[in-house]
């Protein structure tokens, strides 16, 4: 939904865990930088680690600001979002995306994602992560076709606009949108666990079982042998919440990519074979294999792997690159293996302006530089230029609408000074004195937003901060 500025105080006190702002216009309680955090006793999740990081870094930021933006934003999913228990006798975290209760892989993932480097010298983040590895691999055993999942494994009602989906649906499903990213994000964030940590213990039977449930899924999904079991339809009058010819999407021809229906936004793919996609899951198939090795000694899985992987991506460089107006070659979006080829980016990661973000190619490779210019210039008609930045959005929230994660993401990509600063000042000036990073905002009018609450955006905008803290102070202390 599109959020008007008179709206904005009352939304401001429930959702996004703000502090009472009264009757005060919210700019003006912004220009004060009283923090927006929940107070301490209200928090869902507390991390001393997490808090020192905070002091440190906003120690570092010259603009105060600035400062309070990235004290608000980058707590947040601690702060709003983790609910610790236990399930089957073992640490359980479920992590909600903010205002949908519900839990992503993707998001959840990456929703915790900066704090990884803490979990070493953390107790009760390792705790944290332990959890909510098991609890993904538990969801993949459920389903690893569902990118969102109830609290309740046996729960049998899902998110409100999914009941009437015409799919295969399974208890403990919040909603059965097959997206390539869903299955990457979680081995992403064990092999960084595992690699800031050296704990085992959340890589049990369990977590072994449900990562070959990835690999048979991702080799069911080249559909060499037929489209495979998923399927999907929605009765929508949205055309990107449903798919074509039955649920299995437009025509391909098996070529060695990985089948996705929808994107990482939760949008109908157009071309089932997401470049993006497939790319992240080359990358992810190797942390995997790496993985396997290191905690298991299981060689022939890792063969599996790295099989895999070597297959997608010979099957990447013959279908998956296109060539700009110059005869230079670029990263498609979707193709066909026809020789169809769409070029597009959308706010969502992976995209193609995330791929050196999420390990897929180096920051400096000549064809990713290529294809991040395009995505953030009109030969992308989801790029959009306004009185209040430039950015990237997406079919999900329509033409104009510009996603925060899109500028964060340019700015985590970028190593020019005037890049980060110009990222920086759009992202300090379209948060409409909420002091938190929203979905999306109108190109001409950041008072027009969707999503007050949403978790991913505000730790990823927080990311951003302590690595510039980390690599380039200067541009913080004359932000």
Known sequence: MIISRRSLLKLMAGAAGSVMLGRQPAARAATRHVSHRPPVGHRKFVSPAVEALIGRTKAKIGDPELAWLFENCYANTLDTTV????????????????????MWLRDSSAQVWPYVPLAAHDEPLRRLFRGLIRRHALCISIDPYANAFLPDPQAKVPLSWARQDLTDMHPGVAERKWEIDSLCYPIRLAHAYWQATGDREPFDDDWRAAMHTVVATFREQQRTHGPGPYHFQRPSANPTDTQFLGGYGNPTRAVGLI??????????????????????AVSSLRQLA???VMLHDD????TRCNALADEVERAL???GVMH????????????????????MDDANAPG?????????????????????????????PYFFRGRAAQGIGGPHQGLRMIWPMSIIMRGLTSDGGGEIRQCLSWLKTTHAGT???HEAFDQDDPAHFTRAWFAWANTLFGELIVQLATQRPELLRRA
């Not at 400096?364 to 210019?373: G, I, S, V």
């Open 83 to 102: 609910r610790l228990g236990s399930l089957r006798g073992k640490p359980d975290t479920f992590i909600v995306t903010g205002d949908i209760d519900a």
């Open 259 to 280: 089948h996705a229906m929808f994107r990482p936004s939760d949008d109908a793919c157009i071309y089932p074979l997401s470049i993006p996609g497939n790319l992240f």
């Open 290 to 292: 790496g993985l396997s």
């Open 299 to 302: 060689q022939a899985f890792a």
């Open 317 to 319: 460089q013959k279908f």
């Open 324 to 343: 700009d107006e110059h005869g230079n070659d670029i990263w498609a979006y979707e193709v066909d293996g026809y020789g169809n080829q769409l070029f």
């Open 352 to 380: 193609l302006s995330s791929l050196a973000y999420l390990g897929c190619c180096r920051s400096d490779d000549a064809r990713y530089r290529r294809t991040r210019e395009l995505a953030w210039s009109p030969r992308n």
């Open 435 to 437: 002091g938190f990073m």
